[in-house]
């Protein structure tokens, strides 16, 4: 059973940037990837970007790229995502997700859909005023 706990999240002006954490416990994290999903209020669950198990390639939506980074420290068992000029919009719990992936895969970040993920962490708080 793996274990996700996010942190970093607050409250930012729009345009600022903020850090994001997940660490995960209890398994492999170097077979995981990695992704990060948000919900706004009174909205669904959204994806936001994904890094594969390799930690050579990355995917993120449209609404984030260009502004928005994710990477991963298998040495940390640690994704982080980076935001970037900030805007109203971005305002969500965001959330961290694993997916076991075999080797094979390892460059594999075809996973935008929850169903996909195997384990959740319980999210942070994103506020960003205008």
């Known amino acids: 059973q793996v274990q996700l706990v996010e942190s970093g999240g607050g409250l930012v002006q729009a345009g600022g940037s903020l850090r994001l954490s997940c660490e995960a416990s209890g398994g492999t994290f170097s077979t995981y990837a990695m992704g990060w999903f948000r919900q706004a209020p009174g909205k669904e669950r959204e994806f936001v970007g994904t890094?594969?198990?390799?930690?050579?390639?990355?995917y993120y939506a449209d609404s984030v790229k260009g502004r928005f980074t994710i990477s991963r420290d298998n040495s940390k068992n640690t994704v982080y995502l980076q935001m970037n000029s900030l805007e109203p919009e971005d305002t969500a719990v965001y959330y961290c997700?694993?997916?076991?992936?075999?080797?094979?895969?390892?460059?594999?970040?075809?996973?935008?859909?929850?169903?996909?993920?195997?384990?959740w962490g319980q999210g942070t708080q994103v506020t960003v005023s205008s």
């Open positions: 890094i594969s198990r390799s930690g050579g390639v990355r």
């Open positions: 997700a694993a997916k076991s992936v075999p080797i094979w895969a390892s460059n594999k970040v075809t996973f935008i859909k929850e169903e996909f993920y195997d384990y």
